[in-house]
């Protein structure tokens, strides 16, 4: 068993930034793909960022890329979400995930949860 704990949400004036951090425990969290994801009201949860276990391969949303990094820190068992020129748009709760597994962008195939942070930004 993984087990996730996001931080780092909060309220934010458009074009502001934020660092979501992501804290592992349980198995070694570096044998891990970890991905984050968002979900907005009513709307269905998706892929945001993910990163190989070996931290070698990310993928990014279209819609995020540019503006958001995905980074770890092995000796913390933490993964980051940098997210710069936030938009009104990204609003949403972020959660991250871990899959024993290739690196991937559909929530299903993921195998841990964490419980989410929100994100608010304002225009």
């Known amino acids: 068993q993984v087990q996730l704990v996001e931080s780092g949400g909060g309220l934010v004036q458009a074009g502001g930034s934020l660092r979501l951090s992501c804290a592992a425990s349980g198995r070694t969290f570096s044998n891990y793909a970890k991905g984050w994801f968002r979900q907005a009201p009513g709307k269905a949860r998706e892929f945001v960022a993910a990163m190989s276990a070996s931290g070698g391969t990310t993928s990014y949303a279209d819609s995020v890329k540019g503006r958001f990094t995905i980074s770890r820190d092995t000796a913390k068992d933490t993964v980051y979400l940098q997210m710069n020129s936030l938009k009104p748009e990204d609003t949403a709760v972020y959660y991250c995930?871990?899959?024993?597994?290739?690196?991937?962008?559909?929530?299903?195939?993921?195998?841990?949860w964490g419980q989410g942070t929100q994100v608010t930004v304002s225009s």
């Open positions: 995930a871990a899959r024993a597994g290739p690196i991937s962008v559909n929530t299903a195939r993921y195998d841990y």
